[in-house]
C-alpha cells in the first residue's frame, strides 16, 4: 500500500511503499505538492490536467480524513503580473494556497451533514494589489466509509411466549453510523450469527435485516416451550401463603405423582425469582449489523446479544372435543378448561351458527355442557372462548374450539314406498327394484348398515318366494319364472331391515305386467272407397277404422296406435286415435287439390307401443286398406303467395324476365313479368303494382296478388367536381379546396380518393373529409400563370374519372381577388381638338405599330417562358 508523509521542517517528502522508505528532495513546498499530485492522480487514475484550471467560481469535493498535505487543484489566473494567490473563507486554519496556485489541505477535513467550506481566492501582483479574482469556491467534503455502525446497547433483553405466531415481532436492536445516511456508507443490514443453545441446528428466531425486529420462525413458534412455572387463577393473589401453601399441596403431595420435570414447584420450593434475562436467559442470540448494506467490498460491522426469556402461554386450545350423544349424566357436564394469560381476565363463548347452543363457561374458564346432545339435530359445534377485560377490552385473541359429537345408534331403518313391475316372461334373475330404506344415524358406520330379510309374499301363487332380496343392497330380483297377471296382477312383499339393534318391517308392490303376445287385429281389412270434395275443410273426417288386441287392457300391450305407410306422398291425411274405444278417426290434415292428385290408396297399419315378443310378428291382420277420392270443385284462381317483394338490379336489360307466375299472363300465357324501359335508381326506388289473375272460361273467377319491386342500386355514377375552376393568390398560396358528390348510394359513394393523375412537382392534394380534400401549391411563380390540373375523383369502390380542374395563380388585390386593369374611360373632344388630335394619331400609329411590334416579339418570348414554366409546375 502507498503511503505517503510531508516533512515539513526538513522540505522532505518521504513514501513508503510496502516498508520501504523512497526519500524525495524539494526545497519548496510547491514542488512537494507538485510530486504529491502526481503520486495522488497515478494512485486514483486521475490526470494531472484534471486538477488544475483557469481561477473562476468553482465547486470541489475531497475525500475526508485524507492524509495530509493534501493537494486539491491549482488554479492558474491568465492576468500578467500575478506574484502570488490567497484564500479566504471557512478555511478553519486547515485549508491553504501555495504561491502557485495549489489549494491543499494542512489538516484533514471530516464529514458532517449539510457542512461546505465556501472560500474566496484572489491573485495578488507583487505589490500584494488584486490583479485577479475573487473566485468563489465552494469546497465540499466527500463521506468516506471511515465509522462503523455501532448499537444503541451493548445487550438487549426481549420476551415470547410459546406458541406465538410466526413473524410477529417481539423485540428490536437499533444500531446507527455516523457516516453519510444519503450513501451505501449508513445502510445497515442485521443478521443473527447464532443461537445459543442450538442442540439440533434449527434456529427458532429470525430478524428483519432492515429494521432490527426479531421474530419467531415456524419452527420456534411450533417446537419452543417455556420453563414449567406455577400458573395462578382468578382471585389468586400471586405469592400469598394461602395460596402457595395449597399449591404445594396440588404439586408436592405425593399422591399427584407429579414428574420432577413437569413440577412448577421442582424440589417443592416454587421459584419465586422473576427470570433475570441478563443472568440465566433461555435463549442468547448474537446479532450482527454491517454497513454498505453488507454487499460492500470491505464493510464494517458490530455485534450486539440479544437475551430472550421464553414466557409460558396458558392459551392454548384443549384440541377436538368429542361428546357421544343422547348421554345420560348428571348436567351441566363438564368439558375442558381454557386459561388466559391474565388471571383477571374474563371469558364468554360466542356460536357461529345462530341454532340451539347448550354450551356455558364460567369465570375460571371451565366449559360445559348443559343438556344431552343429538348427532341428527346437529354433528359439530364450534365454540369460540373470548378472554376480556371488565372494560370488554380482549386480552387474547379468539379461540375456536371444535365439539364433534359422536354418534350413537338411536335411530331405527325407515322404508319408503316400494312399487315395482315384473313382465309375465322375466327370466331368473333380473334386478326388479332396490328396496328404499335408510337409517339417519351416521353414515359409514355400524350405527346405519342396514341388512335385509325376506319375510313373506302374498300370494303364494304360483309358487312361494317368487322374489329374493340381498341382504347387504337391498336388491329385490326373480327367484322364480312363470308369472301369469291373469292369476296374480300382483305380489305383496314383507321384508325385515335391521341395524343389528331396531328392525322394521318393511313392503314392497310387484305388479305383474302382461307381455306383448297378441297384434292388433282389423275388423276389416278393406274399408272400400270414400269420396270427398277437394274444398273440404281442414280436420273434415273422411271414416272410422278399429282394430282390437287381445293383451291385458290398459297396457302398452294392447293399446293400438295408427300409421299411414302407404298411399298418401304428401301427407294430406292423418289418423287420431279415441284412447276410449280404440278408434282410429282418419281425417283431412292438408288442402286437396284435384289438379294435384284425384284418389288415394291408403295402407293403414295397426301397431302396439310396446315390443312384441321374440317369435310374435305384425302380418296381414293389422293391416288395412281404404280408397280417398277427389271431387273436382270450380275454384277461383288463387295466387301461391299473397304478394311478393322482388329485388331487381336498376341496370337489368330491358326485356329481362323479372318474374313468372303461373297465374299471370302478363305475357298470355306465360305470367312473365318483363321491364319494358331502363330503370334508374337514382329516379324511382320503388315500383308497387297488383296483377289479376282472371279465367278465361267458367264463372270468370279472379285472384289479385301485389307485387313490390325495390331496385338495387349499382355503381352507375362516377363522382363529379362541384366547381371546377378557381384561383390562389400568390400573396398567401391559400388551398383550394375540391368537392365532389356521386348520387349513387353506399357503398357506390363515398368517402371519395382524390388523386393528381400525373406527378406535379408543385401541386399536392391532402383529404378534408369523405367529400373534399386541399390542392395546394407548393412553388411559388415569378409571374401570372392559368394552369389546368387533372384530378382523379375515386368513389368508395374505385370507380371514377379523370376531370380538369383550371387554376388561375394570380397577384390579389386587399379583398383577396385576382388583381385586374381598370378600363379606360371615354370622353368627347372638342373640334379644334379633335383636328390636333387626328393629327397626331397618324404620327402616333406609327410609332404605335414599331411598340407594338416590339411587344408582340416580347410577349412571344414571355409566353413561351410562361409555358416552360407550367409545363414545370404539372
Known amino acids: 500500500m502507498l503511503e505517503v508523509k510531508l516533512q515539513e521542517q526538513r522540505g522532505l517528502l518521504l513514501i513508503y511503499d510496502d516498508g520501504v522508505e523512497v526519500l524525495v528532495l524539494g526545497k519548496m513546498r510547491s514542488a512537494l505538492l507538485l510530486h504529491l499530485t502526481l503520486l495522488v492522480s497515478i494512485a486514483h487514475g486521475i490526470g494531472l490536467e484534471d486538477k ?200 408436592c403431595i405425593p399422591k399427584n405423582n407429579i414428574a420432577f420435570e413437569s413440577n412448577p414447584f421442582y424440589t417443592c420450593v416454587e421459584q419465586r425469582r422473576e427470570v433475570n434475562l441478563l443472568q440465566d436467559p433461555d435463549y442468547a442470540l448474537n446479532v450482527r449489523v454491517e454497513d454498505l448494506g453488507g454487499v460492500g467490498p470491505n464493510p464494517l460491522r458490530s455485534t450486539t446479544r440479544v437475551n430472550i426469556a421464553v414466557i409460558q402461554n396458558l392459551w392454548v386450545r384443549p384440541g377436538l372435543i368429542s361428546l357421544r350423544e343422547n348421554l345420560f349424566e348428571k348436567y351441566p357436564k363438564y368439558l375442558a378448561t381454557v386459561q388466559a394469560n391474565d388471571p383477571t381476565a374474563l371469558y364468554r363463548l360466542e356460536q357461529k351458527e345462530k341454532l340451539s347452543f347448550p354450551f356455558t363457561i364460567n369465570q375460571d374458564g371451565e366449559i360445559y355442557v348443559t343438556g344431552p346432545l343429538d348427532r341428527e339435530e346437529k354433528e359439530s359445534y364450534i365454540l369460540v372462548v373470548i378472554a376480556e377485560d371488565e372494560q370488554g377490552v380482549e386480552l387474547e385473541t379468539p379461540m375456536e374450539i371444535p365439539v364433534e359429537v359422536q354418534d350413537e345408534n338411536d335411530n ?49 301363487n304360483p309358487a312361494d318366494k317368487m322374489f329374493s332380496i340381498d341382504q347387504s343392497s337391498g336388491e329385490i330380483q326373480v327367484a322364480k319364472p312363470h308369472f301369469r297377471r291373469k292369476q296374480v296382477p300382483q305380489y305383496e312383499l314383507t321384508f325385515k331391515v335391521t341395524d343389528e339393534v331396531h328392525p322394521t318391517l318393511c313392503r314392497a308392490t310387484i305388479i305383474v305386467i302382461d307381455i306383448n303376445n297378441e297384434i292388433p287385429i282389423f275388423e276389416k281389412t278393406n274399408y272400400g272407397t270414400y269420396s270427398v270434395p277437394e274444398l273440404a275443410e281442414l280436420g273434415t273426417t273422411l271414416l272410422t277404422i278399429k282394430a282390437t288386441d287381445a293383451d291385458d287392457p290398459g297396457t302398452g300391450s294392447s293399446r293400438v296406435e295408427y300409421h299411414i305407410e302407404a298411399g298418401d306422398p304428401h301427407n294430406l291425411f292423418a289418423i287420431e286415435v279415441d284412447e276410449s274405444t280404440g278408434e282410429g278417426r282418419v281425417y283431412i290434415a292438408r288442402p286437396l287439390d284435384y289438379e294435384l292428385q284425384r284418389v288415394y290408396s291408403l295402407q293403414i297399419s295397426a301397431r302396439n307401443p310396446e315390443p312384441l315378443i321374440p317369435g310374435v310378428e305384425y302380418d296381414e291382420r293389422a293391416t288395412a286398406y281404404v280408397v280417398i277420392q277427389l271431387v273436382d270443385v270450380d275454384e277461383p284462381p288463387k295466387f301461391e303467395v299473397e304478394g311478393l317483394h322482388v329485388n331487381v338490379p336498376e341496370n337489368l336489360t330491358v326485356g329481362t324476365v323479372i318474374m313468372k307466375n303461373n297465374w299471370l299472363l302478363l305475357d298470355a300465357d306465360s305470367g312473365e313479368l318483363k321491364t319494358k324501359a331502363a330503370l334508374d335508381r337514382e329516379t324511382v326506388g320503388e315500383i308497387s303494382l297488383t296483377i289479376t289473375a282472371l279465367e278465361t272460361e267458367g264463372a270468370n273467377q279472379k285472384a289479385e296478388m301485389k307485387v313490390d319491386i325495390h331496385l338495387l342500386d349499382v355503381n352507375d355514377n362516377y363522382p363529379k367536381l362541384q366547381t371546377t375552376q378557381g384561383f390562389i393568390c400568390i400573396q398567401d398560396m391559400t388551398p383550394l379546396t375540391l368537392t365532389a358528390v356521386d348520387p349513387d348510394a353506399s357503398p357506390y359513394s363515398e368517402p371519395f380518393t382524390f388523386l393528381i393523375a400525373r406527378k406535379s412537382q408543385n401541386f399536392e392534394i391532402k383529404p378534408v373529409d369523405g367529400t373534399s380534400a386541399k390542392l395546394i401549391l407548393k412553388k411559388k411563380p415569378s409571374t401570372d400563370l392559368n394552369v389546368i390540373v387533372p384530378i382523379n375523383i375515386l368513389d368508395n369502390a374505385g370507380m371514377g374519372i379523370i376531370q380538369k380542374f383550371d387554376v388561375r395563380i394570380c397577384n390579389c388585390t386587399k379583398l383577396g381577388y385576382c388583381y385586374m386593369e381598370p378600363g379606360t374611360h371615354s370622353w368627347k373632344p372638342g373640334m379644334g381638338s379633335t383636328i390636333g388630335i387626328l393629327a397626331g394619331v397618324f404620327g402616333f400609329i406609327i410609332l404605335f405599330l414599331i411598340i407594338c411590334m416590339y411587344k408582340t416579339k416580347q410577349k412571344e418570348k414571355a409566353k413561351a417562358a410562361a409555358e416552360e414554366e407550367t409545363k414545370a409546375m404539372l
Open 412 to 460: 331405527p331403518p325407515v322404508c319408503g314406498e316400494a312399487v315395482f313391475e315384473v313382465q309375465e316372461n322375466e327370466p331368473i334373475g333380473n334386478l326388479i327394484g332396490v328396496l328404499p330404506a335408510h337409517d339417519d344415524d351416521q353414515e359409514d358406520t355400524l350405527n346405519s348398515a342396514l341388512t335385509f330379510t325376506f319375510v313373506s309374499q302374498v300370494p303364494t
Open 52 to 251: 488544475k484550471g483557469p481561477l473562476e467560481n468553482k465547486i470541489l469535493e475531497v475525500p475526508e480524513a485524507t492524509p495530509v498535505p493534501y493537494p486539491i487543484y491549482q488554479f492558474t489566473s491568465a492576468v500578467d503580473g500575478v506574484a502570488s494567490y490567497h484564500v479566504s473563507g471557512e478555511t478553519e486554519e486547515k485549508i491553504r494556497i501555495s504561491t502557485e496556485g495549489w489549494l491543499f489541505l494542512e489538516e484533514p477535513l471530516l464529514w458532517s451533514a449539510e457542512k461546505k467550506h465556501l472560500l474566496s481566492i484572489e491573485a495578488h501582483s507583487a505589490d500584494g494589489d488584486i490583479v485577479d479574482g475573487p473566485a468563489s469556491v465552494v469546497l465540499q467534503v466527500v463521506d468516506v466509509n471511515n465509522n462503523p455502525p455501532v448499537f444503541a446497547d451493548s445487550q438487549y433483553s426481549g420476551r415470547v411466549r410459546e406458541r406465538s405466531p410466526a413473524g410477529v415481532p417481539f423485540v428490536q436492536v437499533f444500531a446507527s453510523d455516523a457516516d453519510d445516511p444519503n450513501t451505501e456508507n449508513a445502510r445497515l443490514k442485521f443478521s443473527i450469527v447464532n443461537q445459543i443453545p442450538n442442540p439440533d441446528d434449527t434456529l427458532y428466531f429470525g430478524i428483519d435485516q432492515d429494521t432490527g425486529e426479531i421474530f419467531l420462525t415456524e419452527e420456534g413458534s411450533q417446537f419452543l416451550r417455556a420453563r414449567p412455572s406455577v400458573t395462578y387463577s382468578r382471585g389468586e393473589v400471586r405469592g400469598s401463603p394461602e395460596v402457595l401453601k395449597k399449591k404445594f399441596e396440588d404439586y
